[in-house]
């Protein structure tokens, strides 16, 4: 029972790798950009969710209400201003750009908060707990990861398969400079998507405030998981995201159970053999889809 409980507790950590991961896997699949800041923005909206409730007393999960809407128009604003003067075949400029971004804001938020450890407190929902028959018991917190990171994930491919803009954001995906002689701002679309991208990095920082421990430079572990999430899943693959992160849990769980201190070791240990055997991961994007 203890394994079963392993790989349970494993799947629900997936969640929160995937939403890690999700915004990264649109960003890339739409723009093919690579984002090293992308875990410092995690960290950055789980400090706003601190500076939110310390304000109000609520339940965290009111932040929600403001950081999405505020990380949505500052990932709008910042693409249109900076990033799409980056944008292009060559990756380079936008990793070498994001990667000082990253350090600009693992440096603010330590001078803002110092080097503690932060952790916001959902009140009862800390310890309450959801029976699953047969001896299980999982945390709500988890599990509320892990619908969130459903929910996210199958908002964001309802935009994609439903919507104008989702069409149009896809059609981008496959031949940007096909759309731009269409008449299309391919400059505007690329913010609505960093704009989704950003929105689901708040709902993934709001969470990680709530289910751990975190501090101004968490954010470079957080964009490994979400990296090897991606790259597991398939890159531009959304569904594949999630199953990218389950498998990464899992496997972390797993190796927690062996010996506690292999349980970041074998998340790593996963992803190399998947990338050895297929480099494009388990369900890459088909193009035109």
Same mark, same amino acid.
């Given at each position: 029972?203890?394994?079963?409980?392993?790989?349970?507790?494993?799947?629900?950590?997936?969640?929160?790798?995937?939403?890690?991961?999700?915004?990264?896997?649109?960003?890339?699949?739409?723009?093919?950009?690579?984002?090293?800041?992308?875990?410092?923005?995690?960290?950055? $909206?789980?400090?706003?969710?601190?500076?939110?409730?310390?304000?109000?007393?609520?339940?965290?999960?009111?932040?929600?209400?403001?950081?999405?809407?505020?990380?949505?128009?500052?990932?709008?604003?910042?693409?249109?201003?900076?990033?799409?003067?980056?944008?292009?075949?060559?990756?380079?400029?936008?990793?070498?750009?994001?990667?000082?971004?990253?350090?600009?804001?693992?440096?603010?938020?330590?001078?803002?908060?110092?080097?503690?450890? *932060?952790?916001?407190?959902?009140?009862?929902?800390?310890?309450?707990?959801?029976?699953?028959?047969?001896?299980?018991?999982?945390?709500?917190?988890?599990?509320?990861?892990?619908?969130? $990171?459903?929910?996210?994930? $199958?908002?964001?491919?309802?935009?994609? $398969?439903?919507?104008?803009?989702?069409?149009?954001?896809?059609?981008?995906?496959?031949?940007?400079?096909?759309?731009?002689?269409?008449?299309?701002?391919?400059?505007?679309?690329?913010?609505?998507?960093?704009?989704?991208?950003?929105?689901?990095?708040?709902?993934?920082?709001?969470?990680?405030?709530?289910?751990?421990?975190?501090?101004?430079?968490?954010?470079?572990?957080?964009?490994?998981?979400?990296?090897?999430?991606?790259?597991?899943?398939?890159?531009?693959?959304?569904?594949?995201?999630?199953?990218?992160?389950?498998?990464?849990?899992?496997? *972390?769980?797993?190796?927690?159970?062996?010996?506690?201190?292999?349980?970041?070791?074998?998340?790593?240990?996963?992803?190399?053999?998947?990338?050895?055997?297929?480099?494009?991961?388990?369900?890459?994007?088909?193009?035109?889809?």
């Amino acid at each position: 029972m203890e394994w079963v409980n392993a790989i349970v507790q494993g799947i629900l950590l997936g969640g929160l790798y995937a939403l890690f991961a999700a915004g990264l896997s649109l960003m890339f699949g739409i723009m093919r950009f690579v984002n090293l800041a992308h875990g410092d923005f995690i960290v950055a $909206a789980a400090f706003g969710t601190l500076l939110f409730v310390d304000a109000t007393g609520v339940n965290p999960l009111w932040a929600l209400l403001p950081i999405v809407p505020i990380m949505m128009v500052a990932g709008y604003v910042g693409q249109r201003l900076v990033l799409n003067r980056l944008s292009g075949k060559d990756i380079l400029p936008s990793i070498l750009v994001t990667f000082g971004l990253s350090i600009i804001l693992q440096n603010l938020m330590l001078e803002q908060f110092s080097a503690d450890s *932060q952790r916001v407190s959902a009140g009862t929902l800390d310890t309450s707990a959801i029976s699953l028959g047969a001896g299980l018991t999982v945390g709500t917190v988890p599990f509320l990861l892990f619908v969130s $990171a459903i929910v996210v994930i $199958a908002v964001l491919n309802w935009i994609f $398969a439903k919507t104008a803009i989702g069409r149009q954001l896809r059609a981008t995906s496959d031949d940007p400079e096909t759309v731009g002689l269409m008449g299309l701002d391919k400059r505007h679309l690329f913010g609505i998507a960093m704009a989704l991208a950003s929105a689901v990095v708040a709902v993934a920082g709001v969470l990680l405030a709530i289910k751990t421990n975190f501090d101004p430079a968490a954010g470079p572990i957080r964009l490994l998981f979400a990296f090897e999430a991606v790259i597991i899943g398939g890159l531009g693959s959304l569904w594949g995201t999630l199953l990218g992160g389950v498998i990464l849990g899992v496997a *972390q769980g797993l190796g927690a159970q062996i010996d506690p201190g292999m349980q970041i070791l074998a998340g790593h240990i996963v992803f190399l053999v998947i990338l050895v055997l297929r480099p494009q991961g388990l369900f890459p994007k088909k193009r035109g889809s």
